[in-house]
Nanobody, 131 residues
Framework: QVQLVESGGGLVQPGGSLRLSCAASGFTLDYYAIGWFRQAPGKEREGVSC???????YYADSVKGRFTISRDHAKSTAYLQMIDLKPEDTAVYYC?????????????????????????WGKGTLVTVSS
């Protein structure tokens, strides 16, 4: 069974740091792009960061310089290191795995000139930034 499981969320003060993990089971992440998305209360889901199988990355403007995406092929795990967290970063964070493609209605990661349909999703981990 294909699964993605996020971990590492929690409550942190403004300016603090967290590292989210996304572990895959039932398949290997090697050939998939990995994306981190978030959804804040009352807001639409937004793309935060993506990484391709060869390590190319994308970051939303709101997190550039503060978040770093990475992946460990041997562990079939992806990470999102977050520093200098702000209250507006509060959201449920989801990781997703995708393959090259662009399908109407499918969440997508855009990395450079490449599009990835995000087909597999975790259940999310809550990040709360508050004093």
């Amino acid at each position: 069974q294909v699964q993605l499981v996020e971990s590492g969320g929690g409550l942190v003060q403004p300016g603090g740091s967290l590292r989210l993990s996304c572990a895959a089971s039932g398949f290997t992440l090697d050939y998939y792009a990995i994306g981190w998305f978030r959804q804040a209360p009352g807001k639409e889901r937004e793309g935060v960061s993506c990484i391709s199988s060869d390590g190319s990355t994308y970051y939303a403007d709101s997190v550039k310089g503060r978040f770093t995406i990475s992946r460990d092929h041997a562990k079939s795990t992806a990470y999102l290191q977050m520093i200098d967290l702000k209250p507006e970063d509060t959201a449920v964070y989801y990781c997703a795995g995708g393959t090259p493609g662009l399908t109407a209605g499918q969440p997508v990661c855009v990395i450079g000139q490449s599009y990835y349909d995000m087909r597999y999703w975790g259940k999310g981990t809550l990040v709360t930034v508050s004093s």
